[in-house]
C-alpha cells in the first residue's frame, strides 16, 4: 500500500484499502472559514441539538474576508464565532489571535504525521506536508463531520513525483510545485494523491513542503503527501504531541502508482504561472517584458516566515518600483511577530512595501489588494484564473517570494539573479 | 426523475470563480446565488436560463475552490443538471451532498450542441437529444453515492441512519 492508503485504512478499521473503494472514515480535524463554515453551521443548527459529539476537532478560523470587508463578510463572520461559543469549539481563532488558516493549524501543532483532516477549502491538501492525509471538502460534507466525526471517501489513486538532484539558487518548493502543474496540467493529477518524494524533497524545509502540498488541488489532485522524515519530526517536536498518537507512514516498496514523474532538480529555473491558468508555466527568463501594476507576497501558499524571509534578502537596501504596488502579507500574527523581531518589516517598509495583517483578501479578490481593469499582478499565491484578483481583465502571474520580490524592484517580471 | 431543458455549452477547466466568484460568497442564499451564475463567463447567463434548463461542459468542471456556493449557484439561476466529460472532485461532491444532479459522459457531452432539447430520465440512466434524435445510456453511481442521492443528499442520508448501514 501507499502511505495514504495506509493512513485510510487505518481511519475506516481496515487492514487494506485499494484505490476506487468508497470509505467512511473517522476523521481527526476538521477546518471551516468564514465563507464555507456559514453554509455547514446552517445544517447543524437546523438539527437543534445541545452538543457537538467531538467539539474538539472542529477548528474554526475566519481568514477570508477578514478584518471584515463589509457588513455581510462581518455577518458571516458573526455566524462563526456565534457558533463556536454556542458548542464550545474552543478551536475558534478570532482575528489577532490566529491568520490564514493553512498556515496557522501546522503552526498551532493541530497537524501530524498519520492523521486525516478534512476542510472546507480546496487548499487543505497543503497539511500532507507534515505525513497526513487531508483534503479539501464542501460545507455540507463539513456538517456532516461535525455531526457524525466522519466523512465519506473514495480511495484514490496515487501518483508519485520523484525530484532528484540539488536545487539551484532561488528556486523553492514553490518552483518545483509550479514546474509539476505545467507538466502535467490543471487536471494531471484529477482525483489522485501526489506524493513528493527525493533527495530534493529530504532537503526541502518544512516550509516548502507546505508550499508544494498547498498547490496539488491545482493538478486536479485529492491530496499532497511527503512521507514523514527526521524535518517532519522535528518541526513538531514543539508540541509535545504523545508519541501514540503520532502514526509514521511509508510507502511499501511494492506499492501501486498510476504514474511515476522523474525530475531532475538541477534543470529547473524559477517558473511563473501566466494566466490565466496555474499550468501555464514558463521558466523566468523566459517570461518576455511583462510590466506590473501590483506584487502581492503572502497567501497559503507562500506567507510562511521562510517565504518572507527570502523576500527581504532580495528587498533588503532597495526600492520597489514607483509604479507599482508591493502588498507583504504574513500569514499568522506568530509570522508576522517573528518578522518583525527579525527586522523583515522595516526592511519591506523601508522599500516601500505595504505590510497588511494576516488575510486571504487579495488572492480571491476580496479586498486588501484589488486589481482595476487592465492590470496586472505578480502573485505568490495559488491560482490566476479569469478575473480571480479583481476586474475581469486583470491579470495574475504566479511565481515565488524571491521571483515576486525581484520583480517588485524592476517594475516588471524579474529573475531574482537580475537584482543580487 | 425527468429533466428536460435546453443546453448550455462550456468549455474545459471551468473554474468556481467563473461559476460564482468570490466576491458574492457573503451570502448563502440560493437564489441571490444564483442571480451571479457564470458571471465570470457570461455576465447575462441567469437572464438567458429557464427553468430547468441543463449545463453541458467539458473536462474538469468546477475546479478550484470548494465554495459549494457554485452548485448552489447553478441550482439557484434554474439549471436541473449538469453534463460534464469529466468533474473537478470537490465540485463532484458537492453536488451529491447537495442534490444537484450530475452526469460525466463523454460521449453524452459530445452529442449536444448549445440550445439542443435534452430530456435525461436519472433513474434508468437515459439521456435523450431530442433536437438531435440521438438516444445515450449512463452508468449508474457507485452504490454509497447512489444511496445518498436517493436519499436526498448527506444531511438527510445522516438523518435516516444511513451512516450505520452504508452501501460499499
Redesign the interface.
Known amino acids: 500500500m501507499t502511505i495514504t492508503e495506509k493512513i485510510l485504512a487505518l481511519h475506516c478499521g481496515e487492514k487494506k484499502v485499494t484505490p476506487g473503494?468508497?470509505?467512511?472514515a473517522d476523521v481527526d480535524i476538521a477546518l471551516g472559514n468564514d465563507?464555507?463554515a456559514?453554509?455547514a453551521i446552517?445544517?447543524v443548527e437546523?438539527?437543534n441539538k445541545k452538543n457537538l459529539p467531538h467539539p474538539e476537532k472542529v477548528v474554526l478560523v475566519s481568514d477570508?474576508?477578514t478584518p471584515n470587508k463589509?457588513k455581510?463578510?462581518a455577518?458571516?463572520c458573526l455566524v462563526v464565532k456565534k457558533f463556536a461559543k454556542k458548542y464550545a469549539i474552543n478551536n475558534y481563532f478570532e482575528l489577532g489571535c490566529g491568520g490564514i488558516e493553512h498556515a496557522l493549524l501546522p503552526e498551532e501543532g493541530f497537524i501530524y504525521p498519520g492523521e486525516l483532516i478534512i476542510?472546507?477549502?480546496?487548499h487543505?491538501c497543503t497539511y500532507g506536508a507534515l505525513g497526513a492525509f487531508a483534503t479539501?471538502?464542501?460545507?455540507?460534507?463539513l456538517?456532516?463531520t461535525m455531526?457524525?466525526g466522519?466523512i465519506?471517501l473514495?480511495v484514490p489513486e496515487s501518483m508519485k513525483f520523484i525530484y532528484s538532484g540539488k536545487l539551484r539558487e532561488w528556486v523553492t518548493g514553490k518552483d518545483l510545485i509550479l514546474y509539476a502543474i505545467g507538466d502535467i496540467g490543471?487536471?494531471g493529477a484529477?482525483?489522485r494523491a501526489m506524493e513528493f518524494r527525493g533527495e530534493a524533497i529530504s532537503k526541502l524545509s518544512v516550509d516548502g513542503r507546505l508550499t508544494m502540498c498547498n498547490m496539488a488541488?491545482e493538478a486536479?489532485g485529492?491530496s499532497g503527501i511527503v512521507a514523514p522524515d527526521e524535518t517532519t519530526l522535528k518541526y513538531i517536536e514543539q508540541f509535545k504531541i504523545p508519541k501514540s498518537k503520532i502514526k509514521v507512514f511509508e510507502s511499501d516498496k511494492d506499492a501501486k502508482y498510476v504514474d511515476i514523474k522523474e525530475y531532475d532538480v538541477g534543470e529547473i529555473e524559477p517558473q511563473v504561472a501566466f494566466p490565466h491558468?496555474p499550468s501555464n508555466t514558463k521558466p523566468v527568463s523566459q517570461a518576455g517584458n511583462v510590466n506590473l501594476d501590483q506584487v502581492v507576497i503572502g497567501s497559503c501558499t507562500n506567507g510562511r516566515l521562510e517565504d518572507l524571509r527570502i523576500a527581504a534578502k532580495i528587498l533588503k537596501g532597495k526600492k520597489v518600483h514607483p509604479y507599482l504596488r508591493t502588498i507583504i502579507i504574513p500569514a499568522t500574527q506568530k509570522i508576522y511577530l517573528q518578522a518583525l523581531k527579525e527586522g523583515l518589516m522595516e526592511i519591506f517598509i523601508n522599500a516601500g512595501a505595504v505590510v497588511s495583517p494576516p488575510t486571504c483578501g487579495p488572492c480571491?479578490?476580496?479586498h486588501m489588494g484589488v486589481l482595476a481593469k487592465g492590470e496586472k499582478c505578480l502573485a505568490t499565491t495559488n491560482?490566476n484564473?479569469?478575473?480571480?484578483m479583481g476586474d475581469?481583465e486583470s491579470e495574475v502571474y504566479l511565481a515565488s517570494p524571491a521571483v515576486a520580490a525581484a520583480s517588485a524592484v524592476k517594475g516588471k517580471i524579474a529573475d531574482p539573479a537580475e537584482v543580487m | 426523475m425527468i429533466i428536460k431543458g435546453k443546453a448550455h455549452k462550456f468549455g474545459d477547466n471551468i473554474n468556481t470563480d467563473d461559476i460564482i466568484p468570490a466576491i458574492y460568497l457573503v451570502t448563502t442564499a440560493i437564489k441571490e446565488l444564483g442571480k451571479h451564475c457564470m458571471e465570470g463567463i457570461d455576465a447575462s447567463f441567469p437572464s438567458k436560463v429557464k427553468e430547468g434548463d441543463i449545463i453541458v461542459a467539458g473536462k474538469n468542471f468546477g475546479c478550484g475552490s470548494s465554495r459549494e456556493h457554485a452548485p448552489l449557484a447553478i441550482k439557484g439561476c434554474g439549471i436541473s443538471l449538469v453534463i460534464a466529460e469529466s468533474f473537478a472532485r470537490i465540485f463532484y461532491r458537492n453536488c451529491i451532498n447537495v442534490g444537484l444532479p450530475i452526469i460525466t459522459s463523454q460521449e453524452v457531452c459530445k452529442n449536444i450542441n448549445a440550445k439542443d432539447d435534452i430530456e435525461a430520465d436519472l433513474l434508468k440512466g437515459e439521456i435523450k437529444n431530442i433536437t438531435k434524435n440521438k438516444v445515450f445510456h449512463i452508468d449508474s453511481f457507485p452504490p454509497l453515492l447512489q444511496d445518498i442521492i436517493e436519499t436526498g443528499g448527506l444531511i438527510k442520508w445522516y438523518l435516516k441512519g444511513r451512516i450505520f448501514s452504508p452501501k460499499k
Request: proline content about 2%; hydrophobic content about 35%; overall charge neutral.
Open positions: 473503494q468508497f470509505i467512511l465563507i464555507t456559514p453554509l446552517e445544517e437546523k438539527l477570508h474576508f463589509d455581510e463578510s455577518n458571516q476542510g472546507a477549502d480546496s487543505t479539501g471538502v464542501g460545507s455540507t460534507d456538517a456532516f455531526m457524525s466522519k465519506w473514495k490543471v487536471d484529477h482525483y488541488i486536479g485529492k491558468l480571491i479578490g476580496g491560482r484564473f479569469v478575473g480571480r475581469k
